[in-house]
């Protein structure tokens, strides 16, 4: 069984060296005496921002205490070991049930130091996902994804200070502290919540777009043409998104907004402006104007075969879809 995790452990530690982005993972630190020698500690981001990352994710972060852990029988799932969960803080719930819970059971997979060791009666932080491929249920996705905590509160953390080839060290820092970290970090939000909040959710073929001038100088206007509508009302013919910001200028915030390739297709997660969508010097013939609420986020790459957005696992259309028609006929 041990040789089994260990190979497990390193099939995944290359599996997610090949994103740059998912789960905090940084390039593979190459030997300057073997250039083909690839140390597996260079696989996972050990860093503050491969903390932070981890926290941006997270659907739901919580502080409990394990009651029981148990396996799972006659399923085929990977993540077959359960950890029962009483609830002490509830830092982040991504559904109303969750946020009034008082106990709730986790699905992980035992590989790694944190994992390996985890037992009963053990008080955690936990960084929980949905398992989307399967039933949605929460699990820990690694060993990262977990914060022992003593009865004293300190929690326990691996952490290095750049991405080297040493083993990470484990770090001590108070709990209150690790909290605040959590609540700093802006929440990277989810498909689903995401369908919950807008007005309007479909896929859009890109069409022109222009610069604005005068009082609309510092925004964009981009023209989507309905493909598939999932939740909303585009109305007929073409609608208009209102972005801020000028791309001739560079800032900060212009690097968060998504990029419109004339033709493309991509999936967006709009919301209707009431403010910039009233007739106006802005917008004299008072035309119906979207926006995008996150952003760069609120918009994903519609593939020959998939959906995606950086940072993401590549989705077929077939799971969005029917993702998209459950989540937005019960809003």
Not at 113 to 131: A, M, P, Q, T, Y
Request: hydrophobic share 40%; proline share 6%; with cysteine.
């Amino acid at each position: 069984m041990k040789i089994i995790r260990t190979l497990f452990l390193l099939l995944s530690l290359f599996v997610l060296s090949a994103s740059a982005q998912l789960d905090g993972v940084g390039a593979p630190f190459r030997s300057e005496g073997d250039p083909d020698q690839v140390f597996p500690y260079e696989l996972v981001n050990y860093t503050t921002a491969g903390h932070e990352y981890r926290m941006a994710h997270a659907q739901a972060i919580l502080l409990g205490r394990v009651t029981q852990i148990r396996e799972l029988e006659g399923t085929d799932k990977e993540m077959k070991w359960v950890a029962d969960i009483r609830i002490e803080r509830m830092v982040r719930a991504d559904r109303p049930s969750l946020e009034k819970a008082k106990t709730c059971f986790v699905r992980y997979f035992p590989v790694g130091e944190f994992l390996e060791n985890l037992k009963e009666g053990d008080r955690c932080l936990f960084l929980l996902r949905r398992d989307t491929t399967t039933d949605s249920g929460l699990v820990i996705p690694t060993e990262m994804h977990l914060y022992p905590v003593s009865e004293e509160g300190v929690a326990t953390r691996f952490f290095k200070n750049m991405p080297t080839a040493e083993a990470p060290e484990l770090q001590q820092l108070p709990l209150s502290k690790l909290v605040e970290q959590v609540q700093r970090v802006k929440r990277r939000i989810s498909m689903e919540d995401q369908a919950s909040r807008a007005d309007l959710v479909m896929i859009g073929i890109v069409g022109d777009s222009r610069q604005g001038d005068g009082p609309n100088s510092d925004h964009l206007f981009v023209q989507l043409s309905p493909d598939r509508v999932f939740k909303g009302d585009p109305g007929k013919g073409l609608i208009t998104l209102q972005l801020a910001n000028n791309v001739n200028r560079w800032t900060i915030a212009t690097l968060s907004r998504p990029t419109f390739r004339k033709g493309s297709r991509i999936l967006i997660f709009a919301n209707k402006d009431p403010t910039l969508s009233s007739q106006g010097p802005g917008n004299p013939a008072g035309e119906t104007r979207w926006t995008l609420p996150l952003g760069l986020h609120s918009t994903w790459a519609v593939a020959r075969s998939t959906i995606w957005r950086r940072g993401d696992m590549p989705r077929s259309h077939e799971e969005v879809f029917e993702d998209l028609k459950r989540w937005c006929a019960t809003r």
